[in-house]
């Protein structure tokens, strides 16, 4: 008999934790595991899901913002539906999910809740009450749940002091696929069109994939790309990914005059291909997981930047594998942008040791068969 699996996310677009979803539950052994994905939202992650010919069904109030009376009604649309689909596995992912769907998976007699923590929403810049408030709730999810995955050992160990819960926390790095590069030229055919522009020969561009939130600290590279562009007319910025901050960094673009410089392009399907197209890849977050974008974009052989919070310091050690920054610098970002910018053989060495790094310690056969030896276990 087939093992039911219910995949639980609270938002639907194709972030990081949303990959991880469909990642997994798209390769499952189809002869072992009877596979579904409830999902809060309409985005293209059910699209996807679809097209993959995996069931998925919607919750109508499960949204990231804390509300009670939505908070409410997800907890009591959970429970119906796991009284309706009996699953033997729940596998939530995200906090508001995950706080919601243990709770009612408990009281549902669910045989075993496994919540995956792709990072802590209490690392976010928030007020302390409310980061308290989260973190309490945060715990009591571990606590309901009967395993929770961290992504990282960054992720676990924020959870050195909480009580109760030391054996019932694994770390199951995220592991990535290679995704199906577009060709150099391709990438920049594309991506220029997007734009509706074209960059010359000399060109250095620099990528970012990511949602447009807060916690990517996108801001804080606009203004890197603020100090140096007016000194050096090679160098352009593009930013793939949609979310809740497109407007404000739009008018960041514009207060600095960075038009025809720093382009953002909005939700790009299948972003992964157009890394292709860069000569370095920057990610300035806040608070991180293990970013999956991170080792596509080693995958790529691309010379990184990124920020040295939560798990990127695993992935990357600087000046070896890629260059870390602290969160927050601007300036700390230029200088880094500048230094790979005229030293091509460190740009190469490093794209070369992080592709490496990648293919020997974060392939996604190993996040597949780790998490399958969990689902095992009921």
Not at 123 to 128: L, M
Not at 155 to 177: C, F
Request: aromatic share 10%; glycine share 6%.
């Amino acid at each position: 008999m087939k093992t039911k699996i219910l995949f639980i996310i609270t938002k639907s677009n194709f972030g990081g934790a949303q990959k991880y979803v469909y990642d997994i539950a798209t390769n499952l052994p189809v002869e072992k595991f009877d596979v579904t994905v409830a999902v809060g939202g309409s985005g293209i992650l059910i699209q996807k899901l679809t097209d993959a010919h995996i069931r998925t069904i919607p919750i109508s109030s499960l949204v990231r913002d804390i509300k009670t009376k939505n908070d409410l009604s997800a907890f009591f649309e959970l429970w119906a539906l796991f009284r309706k689909e009996r699953p033997d596995i729940v596998h939530l992912n995200s906090a508001k999910a995950g706080g919601v769907g243990a709770l009612a998976g408990r009281l549902a007699g669910i045989p075993q809740i496994i919540f995956t923590a792709h990072g802590w929403a209490f690392n976010e810049s928030r007020p302390y009450t409310q980061r308290t408030m989260i973190k309490f709730f945060s715990w009591i999810t571990v606590i309901l749940a009967h395993t929770t995955i961290a992504v990282s050992d960054a992720v676990k160990n924020n959870t050195q002091k909480w009580p109760w819960v030391s054996k019932k926390i694994i770390v199951v790095k995220n592991g990535v696929r290679e995704p199906d590069f577009y060709s150099k030229q391709e990438a920049h055919t594309k991506l220029f069109a997007y734009t509706n522009t074209m960059l010359p020969s000399s060109a250095f561009i620099v990528g970012t994939i990511a949602e447009l939130h807060k916690n990517k600290g996108l801001s804080y590279a606009i203004e890197a790309f603020a100090e140096i562009t007016p000194l050096d007319p090679n160098l352009f910025y593009f930013i793939l990914g949609g979310g809740e901050e497109k407007e404000r960094l739009d008018a960041l673009v514009k207060l600095h005059k960075l038009e025809g410089r720093v382009f953002l392009l909005g939700f790009v399907d299948e972003a992964a291909r157009f890394l292709s197209a860069f000569h370095a890849f920057l990610l300035p977050s806040l608070t991180e997981g293990l970013p999956l974008v991170v080792l596509e974009a080693g995958l790529a052989r691309l010379p990184i930047i990124a920020t040295n919070v939560g798990g990127l310091p695993e992935i990357i050690k600087h000046n070896e594998t890629g260059l870390l920054v602290p969160s927050c610098d601007p300036r700390a970002i230029a200088e880094s942008l500048k230094n790979l910018q005229k030293n091509t053989l460190l740009r190469e060495q490093l794209g070369q040791k992080i592709r490496a790094r990648i293919e020997g310690e974060f392939p996604f056969k190993n996040t597949l068969t780790q998490t399958i030896s969990l689902y095992k276990k009921i």
